[in-house]
């Protein structure tokens, strides 16, 4: 998973200072942080927003920051939340 982060940034100045900015592409800077929304995230990841909304549900999805109805997700989270699903191959033990 690739993720450039200064793709469609709409503040040149982002980063610089507490203010968040909005891009074009669903994402949003605060304070040197990148978070994504839900819509974003299901593109990055190749899931529906619904299949987010299930595993949120079922507390198995990646975490999230809920402000009011805006769910925000923090993109440096991500990698330590894909490891965590990791599955080992399952060896039959006659061999």
Request: aromatic residues 6%; contains cysteine.
């Given at each position: 998973?690739?993720?450039d982060s200064s793709a469609g940034s709409t503040n040149p100045g982002e980063g610089c200072s507490g203010d968040p900015s909005h891009s074009q592409n669903?994402?949003?800077?605060?304070?040197?942080?990148r978070y994504v929304t839900a819509r974003r995230l299901s593109e990055i990841l190749k899931v529906s927003v619904r299949t987010l909304a299930r595993w949120?549900?079922?507390?198995?999805?990646?975490?999230?920051?809920?402000i009011g109805k805006?769910?925000?997700f923090d993109v440096a989270k991500l990698p330590d939340w894909l490891a965590s699903r990791?599955?080992?191959?399952?060896?039959?033990?006659r061999h």
């Amino acid at each position: 998973m690739t993720y450039d982060s200064s793709a469609g940034s709409t503040n040149p100045g982002e980063g610089c200072s507490g203010d968040p900015s909005h891009s074009q592409n669903g994402d949003i800077d605060i304070a040197g942080r990148r978070y994504v929304t839900a819509r974003r995230l299901s593109e990055i990841l190749k899931v529906s927003v619904r299949t987010l909304a299930r595993w949120n549900a079922r507390r198995i999805g990646p975490p999230k920051i809920a402000i009011g109805k805006t769910v925000l997700f923090d993109v440096a989270k991500l990698p330590d939340w894909l490891a965590s699903r990791e599955t080992q191959l399952i060896r039959n033990p006659r061999h």
